[in-house]
């Protein structure tokens, strides 16, 4: 007979969790893990709301499994450590992203690309090496091997420092591994949600031009004068297509709706890269032409590797790079929820998870 979720491990735990394709979220009762010996157990203060959680919840992908807690940018600060633990201490700030396990002997793995590991683990909707269900971090507490924790400087926002370890690293690393974080070279950056946003401040940081392209023409005074990008280009105003045809070196396209690449090949210069890291749910239209005249390149990148992941907070800590987050309780998460499905949000809802998480 198949043990309740709060039965299956020693360390009791609590979060909100769904039960269904609803994805209504209410308290639920689980457990995690005793403390191993390569283990670091922390305390959730902060968790970040990113959109795969609401296309998790409701099943839109078709690869859920209930009940599900949700939530994979989530920070907090350790209570306890295995013995062989090396790199963390009770006490420290701590981070977990998207994945706690993979098979770490692959190719990827062993070039710190575990994100890439063909059996990675997912921090929620996965199943562990123990073969119980792993649940992810609307919850009071974590259990994580030390290899797929990230260390947060003293320094950092812990609520506003969440959301990068989802949206910060996916779109730090394109702009790493595509040579795109050199100063004077010009970016585009489709979308501004909270992929965008973040895409904008780390191309900043990098020393590059930004140019922000949306279906929005209301979001360029938030673009240019609050986030600091250089230029803005409504995506939906052929003439302003026409003047910027040919001077990007690459682009960042953070959105997951259906939409047209062809008009963003045209912008980009010879030899230069579109990075998809949306995931819109059918196929995109490409023809070859633009690409063979102009040795253009279409790449896809997802997250990053907890190596990367280090260096992408490493790298935030240093140059001030933050989240814009609105901070709101656990309570009113399926709130945040319809909010965020009408993109209703500037531009991460992050769970005070640490202050307003009551036990079920």
Known sequence: ?????????????????????????????????????KDVTFKVLYCGICHSDLHFIKNEWGNASYPVVPGHEFVGEVTE?????????????VGVGCMVGSCLSCNSCENSLENYCPKMILTYGSTYYDGTKTQGGYSNMMVVDEQFVVRIPENMQLDATAPLLCAGVTVYSPLRHFGLDKPGLHI??????????????????????????????????????????DAFLVSREPEQIKAALGTMDGIIDTVSAQHAILPLLGLLKSQGKLVLVGLPEKPLELSAFPLVGGRKTVAGSCIGGMKETQEMIDFAAKHGVKADVEVVAMDYVNTAMERLTKSDVRYRFVIDVGNTLKAA
């Open 188 to 229: 585009g950056v489709v979308g501004l949600g909270g992929l965008g946003h973040m895409a904008v401040k780390f191309g900043k940081a990098f020393g590059v031009k930004v140019t922000v392209i949306s279906t929005s023409p209301n979001k360029k005074d938030e673009a240019v004068n609050r986030l600091g990008a």
């Open 1 to 37: 007979m198949a043990k309740l979720p709060e039965d299956e491990h020693p360390q009791k735990a609590f979060g909100w969790a769904a039960r269904d394709s609803s994805g209504v979220l209410s308290p639920f009762k689980f457990s995690r893990r005793a403390t191993g010996d």
């Open 81 to 93: 450590v295995g013995n062989k633990v090396k790199n963390f201490k009770v006490g420290d700030k």
